[in-house]
């Protein structure tokens, strides 16, 4: 079993920073995939970012390109989401996730973190 403990949630301004943290508490053959999902009220489940372990390869969600960047420190099972140019349209529960094979399907992700709020004021 995998853990995932997401920190650095919580109230930003429009075109201000935010940096979202996800600490794994192991590193198993069963993960490649390290992702940022996100939530909003009344919302489906909404890809953000992922990337692969190994290799380093980064996707991202479209409503985010160009402005959020995801990276990994292998050393701290750490993967962190650095958020600029926020938006109020950004305000959700972010979830990190854990998969083998998934890439941006919520559904082919294996391990969730509990979730940690952003909000965004105009």
């Known amino acids: 079993q995998v853990q995932l403990v997401e920190s650095g949630g919580g109230l930003g301004q429009a075109a201000g920073s935010l940096r979202l943290s996800c600490a794994a508490s192991r590193r198993t053959f069963s993960i490649y995939t390290m992702a940022w999902f996100r939530q909003a009220p009344g919302k489906e489940r909404e890809f953000v970012a992922a990337i692969r372990w190994s290799s380093g390869n980064t996707y991202y969600g479209d409503s985010v390109k160009g402005r959020f960047t995801i990276s990994r420190d292998n050393a701290k099972n750490t993967v962190y989401l650095q958020m600029n140019n926020l938006k109020p349209e950004d305000t959700a529960v972010y979830y990190c996730?854990?998969?083998?094979?998934?890439?941006?399907?919520?559904?082919?992700?294996?391990?969730w973190g509990q979730g940690t709020q952003v909000t965004v004021s105009s």
């Open positions: 996730a854990a998969s083998k094979y998934g890439i941006y399907s919520p559904g082919s992700y294996d391990y």
